[in-house]
């Protein structure tokens, strides 16, 4: 019953609708005690040879209203709980979603996407039945039991009353026993929930790498083993919540069997009448919904207490990058600087960065080149605040990242990662993602600048073609350029290129090159890349090797140097031949 005062927030801040649900409940369990009482005055009428006309059809329209006032109650206390029930739902899962949105990069090493959607799914599901059916039973069966047995006791015979409740400590023992093994057993039911929910998100995600590499056979085994896994943990519930009616209903069979034995006693002794036996064993069948209303509570609350546990579990995770007191809530502009000593990744032993510095002015452009695995995008990841914990300092403009918002300093940077994700909705809708009030005209220059407006004019639908899920329908070349029309629409302090013109030709990512050192004179710029034609023209060339600067300067400066900028411009000069030759000699 725990789960109860957890969710103490909630009922406080739903309390009038609770309280009126409760009260019109309550008022139910009353007027349900009304038949039985005037089915057993009228068999004592017509045993006594007193019932009239009139009498009969007053009794009647006195059921007939009550029955009517019940289903008006019952009509709306459901509205009031479970109408209660349903926001908390909603309320849960803007609380994750928020919580989500609000982690860093290292949460979601930790968390698989497949658990994290079985806690925004299931496990809401499981805390909304808490606070809609777990209040209902919980209040239904103390104030109906309460009220039934109070009118058996005062109203007919306080002794048979207590012979009839003597099988209820059995009742009580083992639907607690009962509560127990289920809390445990539908944890591991909803882990493996989650596994089963990871697998077909990983699947459907990887369908083409599956199909390519052959392996449908192997993943659908591995898929009906989880799905196995599920379904025995979940055999393994159901066993335990079978338990439940069977002994509630041994319970109350025992009730019936001692109510009627001993009410016969009564009657043959005078103490009570035969009405007075037909309203009692009445009213025992009115408490039938209470005790297994209480075996319901056990396998309700026990599973929200349970998914109410993992869902807090993921809320109490720290925001690890978060906004200081006062933070700058202006987007930086300015000068770039970058200076750390050292930075190393949540759980590793080894830096990932040392010894790492360099300024740009506004209005330059940084390259960054080096093999892969050498620290590029991790420069960039503290760039973007996405991690901390780093050893120096990174300053844009006359402040340190760490003093702005996130936010604002998220938008002032317009960031092209090296995975393009787009949403399932269309081409314009994916461009004008960051600015919502984008026209089609501003998308158009933000597509034409990133040489992708031709491609998108020749689709059938222009830009409201839809590209499907992850921009299925498109090539790596075309996502890459409709990444990068969406970063440029942001009109960014910081353009960031992450080794995102890899999937386009020679001679278009030259076009996109010389439109963005047009476009973007009086605003900072940084690619990294593979290939060194992408960052020749560059202000600033950094090589990065084992997370430290190697060299640094201009492609001219570089390469007098004969060094490593100098051996990767000669090799993929080499390529480039070797290339060129094998088309020369195929024609």
């Excluded at 009038?16 to 009228?42: D, E, F, H, S």
């Excluded at 066993?239 to 209903?249: A, E, M, N, Q, V």
């Excluded at 297994?292 to 509570?297: D, K, P, R, S, Y």
């Amino acid at each position: 019953m725990k789960v109860f005062l957890k969710l103490g927030w909630f009922f406080k801040e739903r309390k009038r609708q609770y309280v009126i649900g409760l009260l019109m409940l309550m008022l139910v369990a009353i007027l349900q005690l009304v038949p039985p009482k005037i089915i057993g005055y009228t068999i004592d009428e017509i045993g006594q040879g007193t019932l009239t006309k009139a009498k009969l059809f007053t009794l009647i329209g006195i059921i007939a209203a009550v029955a009517l006032v019940m289903y008006g109650l019952r009509y709306y206390w459901r509205q009031m709980i479970f109408g209660s029930s349903n926001y908390l739902a909603r309320v849960l899962r803007q609380k994750l979603h928020r919580h989500f949105t609000r982690m860093s990069p290292s949460f979601y090493q930790k968390h698989r996407v497949g658990d994290l959607m079985a806690h925004a799914t299931n496990d809401i599901s499981a805390v909304q039945q808490t606070a809609g059916g777990g209040v209902l039973t919980l209040f239904d069966s103390l104030t109906t039991g309460g009220f039934v047995v109070l009118a058996m006791a005062i109203t007919i015979d306080w002794r048979l009353t207590l012979i009839a409740l003597i099988p209820m400590p059995l009742m009580a023992f083992s639907t607690t026993y009962y509560g127990k093994l289920l809390h445990q057993r539908f944890h591991y039911a909803q882990a493996a929930f989650s596994d089963l929910n990871d697998k077909t998100q990983e699947s459907i995600s990887g369908i083409k790498v599956l199909k390519t590499f052959g392996q449908q056979r192997q993943d659908v085994d591995d898929f009906t083993r989880l799905s196995d896994e599920v379904v025995d943990k979940n055999l393994q519930v159901a066993k335990i919540d079978s338990l439940f009616d069977p002994t509630i209903s041994f319970v109350v069979g025992i009730s019936f069997m001692l109510s009627l034995g001993f009410g016969t006693k009564f009657i043959l002794e005078d103490a009570m009448s035969i009405g007075d036996l037909v309203t009692f064993t009445t009213y025992l069948s009115l408490l039938v919904w209470p005790m297994l209303a209480i075996g319901m509570l056990f396998n309700i609350v026990e599973r929200g207490s349970v998914s109410y546990n993992r869902i807090e579990r993921l809320l109490n995770e720290p925001i690890e990058i978060d906004d200081k007191n006062n933070a700058i809530t202006r987007m930086p502009s300015g000068d770039l600087a970058f200076h750390i000593d050292s930075f190393t990744f949540p759980g590793d032993k080894e830096p990932a960065l040392h010894n790492v510095h360099f300024d740009l002015k506004r209005g330059e452009t940084l390259g960054i080149v080096g093999k892969t695995g050498a620290g590029k995008t991790t420069i960039l990841k503290l760039l973007l605040r996405e991690f901390e914990g780093y050893n120096g300092q990174i300053c844009f403009g006359d402040y340190s990242i760490m003093d702005y918002q996130t936010l604002k300093l998220r938008e002032a940077i317009g960031y092209v990662p090296q995975e393009h994700f787009l949403f399932s909705a269309s081409i314009f809708s994916n461009v004008a993602f960051a600015n919502a009030e984008a026209t089609i005209d501003e998308v158009r220059a933000a597509a034409k600048l990133a040489y992708i407006d031709h491609d998108i004019m020749e689709f059938t639908e222009g830009y409201k073609t839809v590209v499907g899920e992850r921009g299925v329908s498109l090539s790596g070349g075309q996502k890459q350029r409709i990444s990068i029309a969406r970063a440029l629409l942001m009109k960014p302090e910081l353009l960031i290129l992450d080794d995102s013109l890899s999937a386009v030709d020679a001679r278009t990512e030259e076009a996109i090159l010389h439109a963005l050192k047009e476009e973007r004179k009086d605003s900072t710029t940084i690619i990294t890349s593979h290939r060194l034609s992408a960052i020749q023209q560059a202000h600033v060339i950094i090589v990065v090797d084992h997370g430290t600067i190697i060299e640094k300067g201009t492609h001219e400066e570089l390469m007098a140097l004969k060094g490593s900028y100098y051996e990767m411009y000669q090799l993929q000069q080499l390529e480039q031949l070797v290339e060129q030759g094998g088309d020369g000699h195929g024609e």
